[in-house]
């Protein structure tokens, strides 16, 4: 159950997703501003709110996420939204959380279309959701997005072997396959 004072969600999900709004993109194009407004994620805007355990999703890890993180989720996700010319001062630190990065993928937003690894916190919360296998959940965060259903349909293949991948190692072997440095 939501919290008192927390928005309410239209239909309950199983994970609590966050979005620590760092207030740097023009908000009618923040992902992460339109998935509070919808209630599908919950704002913070300090860093002091993230949840202990929570899977905090930071690109400047090594650590990637996969399956076997999906215990961590049952705490919570947390999408740090900011813009991407300013993502390299914002990550440099690790936050409290269980911190990974998400396998790279294409994006699929007007911003950045096509380009590897470039998603918006709605992407990024729906991939991670995918591979843990909520995939219901990860096409309901899209739904409110015109362009939302392209980020599946681009990344269809490597989300379904991220997801079937049974340890980290098998998600960066996979990663390989799919995007060769």
Same mark, same amino acid.
């Given at each position: ?6 928005? *309410? ?7 609590? $997703?966050?979005?620590? +709004?760092?207030?740097? /993109? /023009?908000? *009618?194009?923040? #992902? ?33 996420? #996969? ?6 989720? *049952?705490?919570? !996700?947390?999408?740090? /939204? ?5 993502? =390299? =001062? ?7 959380? $269980?911190?990974?990065? &998400? ?18 916190? $709605? ?5 991670? !959701? ?21 980020? !599946?349909? !681009? ?10 991948? =049974?340890?980290? +190692? /098998? $998600? &960066? *072997?996979? =990663? ?6």
């Amino acid at each position: 159950m939501w919290r008192t004072g927390e928005p *309410k969600a239209e239909k309950r999900f199983e994970i609590r $997703v966050f979005a620590l +709004e760092m207030g740097q /993109d /023009d908000p *009618k194009k923040c #992902s992460s501003a339109k998935l509070c407004r919808f209630g599908l994620a919950i704002p913070i805007h300090q860093f002091q709110r993230i949840p202990r355990s929570a899977v905090v999703l930071n690109p400047a890890v090594s650590e990637v996420f #996969s399956p076997k993180d999906k215990d961590a989720l *049952k705490v919570g !996700l947390v999408a740090i /939204d900011c813009s991407w010319k300013r993502a =390299e =001062e914002v990550f440099k630190h690790r936050f409290r959380g $269980v911190n990974r990065r &998400l396998p790279l993928l294409l994006a699929s937003n007007p911003i950045n279309y096509g380009k590897l690894g470039m998603l918006s916190s $709605v992407e990024a919360v729906s991939a991670t !959701l995918y591979i843990a296998g909520y995939i219901e959940h990860a096409q309901r965060v899209l739904s409110i997005f015109k362009w939302g259903g392209t980020f !599946l349909t !681009l990344n269809h293949d490597p989300l379904e072997d991220y997801r079937a991948a =049974e340890t980290p +190692e /098998d $998600v &960066l *072997k996979t =990663e390989q396959e799919y995007f060769k440095h």
